[in-house]
Nanobody, 122 residues
């Protein structure tokens, strides 16, 4: 059974940092990509970044370039999203998702975690 479990969400002040984790199981980790999406109530799910597990290449969205960084630990089947210089507009539920290719359309992803709440206070 495929499982993606996010953790690390919290309440943080603007300018602060958080690191989210996504622990994966039930599939061949090396053969997939993992993406982070975020969503606020009433808004569409937005891609934040994606990482190719095999070669470690990352594809961050323009809105987070220079602030958010993805990495992966193959030994732990876990990917991370390091978020620096957080802004109130980064407040969202953050989800990780797995599939074969990095694409921005969330409909293309087959596997999803349950989400973790990030709240940035001004």
């Amino acid at each position: 059974e495929v499982q993606l479990v996010e953790s690390g969400g919290a309440l943080v002040q603007a300018g602060g940092s958080l690191r989210l984790s996504c622990a994966a199981s039930g599939f061949s980790f090396d053969e997939y990509v993992i993406a982070w999406f975020r969503q606020a109530p009433g808004r569409e799910r937005e891609e934040v970044s994606c990482i190719n597990i095999s070669d470690g290449r990352t594809y961050p969205a323009d809105s987070v370039k220079g602030r958010f960084t993805m990495s992966r630990d193959k030994a732990k089947n876990t990917v991370y999203l390091q978020m620096n210089n957080l802004k109130p507009e980064d407040t969202d539920v953050y989800y990780c998702a797995a599939d074969l290719f990095c694409v921005s359309d969330y409909d293309e992803y087959d596997y999803w975690g349950q989400g973790t709440q990030v709240t940035v206070s001004s």
